[in-house]
């Protein structure tokens, strides 16, 4: 597995990133500690 994680408040990221959905990578998300919602990504390789 190859996974990226985005865990950055600061972008304030409202759906996953469409760059990485497109190379093929499977977005997850969870809510941060201040309330934001953090998307990571995984690929299997």
Known sequence: ???ICNGD???KRTA???E???R???PFC???PSGGII???RLRV
């Open 1 to 3: 597995w190859l996974v």
């Open 9 to 11: 408040d600061e972008f």
């Open 16 to 18: 996953p990133d469409p």
């Open 20 to 22: 990485l959905t497109r």
């Open 24 to 26: 093929g990578f499977e």
């Open 30 to 32: 969870h809510e941060s």
């Open 39 to 41: 998307y990571n990504y």
